[in-house]
């Protein structure tokens, strides 16, 4: 084969791509961008092409690519002990499992530890179904819980479900999505009413007696959808009333995220009966934990579960790194300060841009819905498509979502600064600016 039509590195990758892997593993773009490496904020391709990173492997690498202290504490462990499963006790496991403790809202204090935040998803329902006696579980619409049967059945979106619900004990109640209120109200004079459904909810749709209603705490794969502040307060008292336990699914908006706290429940001033996490824990390694109470966790026993690759040396020296890195670098007020001025600049597109229906987050977590008519709210699901495609040209690497596919979001690492956030934005209004 000739040199001037030789295949590039990255056409091969996604020839591979499409020849070995499962056509359900979806990519982004009209043409698959292969990354090559990355650092800080930023990631590049085979052809040394730099982008700035605006959605951090779906929020998960909170304190940069390959940031030097997670790197070099995953290369000495790496020399030391890769491996032994949880049969025996290692120091980063249990130093891990101190500072999840030490962080979690409340008396969390014993953790069980799994490779995925679907995982952690499973443990916290079972744990809620053995400590209660109870079966039925309460989920949200446009939820997203991952990808096992239970985890599906749990999720509120059919693209992500494959299948009808395999857990018959599972409902979901109304979304607290006050853009598109399933009730046609308009907050706050709805007076919450997604929350107070929840009473409706299980008087007629259960047995009265529930085991538990889990809920992320901003919707992320819904479209980062932030539920009204009085929201949990409300709906987790009526949970309860029923015998239920309240999992706060923190598995995208854990860690800072949010900003000024661990997790997104702080701001709801509710204590989680259990809570559950992966993603930003290790910066990207391959971990997920369920954190409960003492007694909840003692309801386990005398059963007996095991995760082999859960809380593996590798995976817990880097989540001990990069929350070491968010304690020093201050990473949970520049999540605050950071994201104010993103939703800020984001507001002002939202000004100049009528296809922007609405913009909602929270810290470092922020999202653009798109639409083709304001009055109607008509989701614009070919503008988002659109849009990651102008903006990658201009060298920026944003996410999509919600239910329609119309929402762009929005979640660079936690140590993004003020300067790149607005290369960014001119990125955005250059993209927008072009499809007028």
Same mark, same amino acid.
């Not at 979901?172 to 979304?175: D, E, K, N, S, V």
């Given at each position: 084969?000739s040199?001037?039509?030789?295949?590039?590195?990255?056409?091969?990758i996604?020839?591979?791509?499409k020849?070995?892997i499962?056509?359900a593993v979806?990519?982004?773009?009209?043409?698959?961008?292969p990354?090559?490496?990355g650092r800080g904020?930023?990631l590049?391709d085979?052809?040394g092409?730099?982008?700035?990173?605006?959605?951090?492997?779906?929020v998960?690498?909170?304190?940069?690519h390959?940031?030097p202290k997670v *790197? =070099?504490? %995953?290369? &000495?462990q /790496?020399a030391? @002990?890769t491996?032994?499963?949880t049969?025996?006790? *290692? =120091?980063? %496991?249990? &130093?891990? /499992?101190?500072? @999840?403790?030490e962080?979690?809202?409340?008396?969390?204090?014993?953790?069980?530890?799994?490779t995925s935040?679907?995982?952690?998803n499973?443990?916290?329902i079972?744990?809620?179904q053995?400590?209660?006696?109870a079966q039925?579980?309460v989920a949200?619409?446009?939820?997203?819980?991952g990808?096992?049967?239970?985890?599906?059945?749990?999720s509120g979106?059919?693209?992500?479900?494959?299948q009808?619900n395999q857990?018959?004990?599972i409902v979901?109640?109304?979304?607290p999505?006050?853009?598109?209120?399933?009730f046609?109200?308009?907050?706050?004079e709805c007076?919450?009413?997604?929350?107070?459904?929840?009473?409706?909810?299980?008087v007629?749709?259960?047995p009265?007696?529930?085991?538990?209603?889990?809920?992320?705490t901003?919707?992320g794969?819904?479209?980062?959808?932030v539920?009204?502040p009085?929201?949990f307060?409300?709906?987790?008292d009526?949970?309860?009333?029923?015998?239920?336990?309240f999992?706060?699914?923190?598995?995208?908006?854990?860690?800072?995220r949010?900003?000024?706290?661990?997790?997104?429940?702080e701001?709801?001033g509710v204590e989680?009966d259990?809570?559950?996490?992966?993603?930003?824990i290790?910066n990207?390694?391959p971990?997920?934990?369920?954190?409960t109470?003492d007694?909840?966790a003692?309801?386990?026993g005398?059963g007996?579960?095991?995760?082999?690759?859960g809380?593996?040396?590798?995976?817990s020296?880097?989540?001990?790194?990069s929350?070491?890195?968010?304690?020093?670098?201050?990473l949970?007020?520049?999540?605050?300060?950071?994201?104010?001025h993103l939703?800020?600049?984001?507001?002002?597109?939202k000004?100049?841009?009528?296809v922007?229906?609405?913009?909602?987050?929270?810290?470092?977590?922020?999202a653009?819905?798109l639409?083709?008519d304001?009055?109607t709210?008509?989701p614009?699901p070919d503008?988002?498509l659109?849009m990651?495609?102008?903006t990658?040209?201009r060298?920026?690497?944003?996410g999509?979502?919600g239910l329609?596919g119309?929402?762009?979001r929005?979640?660079?690492?936690?140590?993004?600064?003020t300067d790149?956030i607005?290369?960014?934005?001119e990125?955005?209004v250059a993209?927008?600016?072009?499809?007028?």
């Open positions: 084969m040199e001037s039509i030789e295949k590039s590195q990255a056409e091969r996604n020839e591979k791509h020849r070995h499962f056509d979806f990519n982004y773009y009209e043409t698959p961008l990354l090559q490496r904020v930023h590049y085979f052809d092409r730099e982008y700035l990173d605006f959605f951090a492997g779906i998960t690498v909170n304190v940069g390959c940031h *790197t =070099a504490a %995953i290369q &000495e /790496a030391t @002990l491996h032994v499963s049969l025996y006790p *290692t =120091a980063p %496991i249990v &130093e891990l /499992a101190e500072k @999840l403790a962080i979690t809202p409340g008396d969390l204090n014993q953790t069980f530890f799994t935040g679907t995982e952690a499973e443990t916290a079972l744990l809620a053995l400590a209660t006696g039925t579980i949200l619409r446009h939820g997203y819980s990808r096992s049967a239970v985890a599906r059945s749990l979106q059919a693209p992500w479900k494959m009808p857990i018959a004990s979901h109640a109304p979304a999505y006050c853009y598109r209120c399933p046609k109200l308009t907050y706050p007076g919450i009413a997604c929350a107070e459904d929840l009473e409706e909810l299980i007629t749709s259960t009265g007696v529930i085991a538990g209603f889990l809920a992320e901003i919707l794969a819904g479209g980062f959808i539920p009204p009085e929201y307060p409300i709906a987790v009526i949970i309860r009333r029923h015998g239920g336990l999992i706060a699914d923190e598995v995208q908006t854990g860690f800072g949010t900003g000024g706290v661990w997790f997104g429940i701001h709801s989680p259990i809570i559950t996490m992966a993603k930003g290790g990207g390694a971990l997920g934990a369920t954190v109470r007694e909840l003692d309801e386990f005398p007996l579960s095991i995760s082999t690759f809380g593996n040396p590798l995976s020296a880097a989540a001990i790194a929350i070491s890195v968010i304690e020093e670098e201050g949970l007020e520049n999540a605050t300060q950071a994201g104010a939703r800020q600049r984001l507001e002002e597109m000004e100049r841009f009528e922007i229906g609405d913009v909602r987050g929270m810290g470092l977590m922020q653009i819905e639409v083709k304001r009055d709210k008509e614009a503008v988002a659109q990651m495609e102008e990658k040209a060298g920026l690497l944003v999509k979502g329609y119309n929402v762009i929005i979640g660079p690492p936690l140590n993004i600064t790149q607005d290369t960014g934005i990125a955005l993209s927008f600016a072009a499809l007028e």
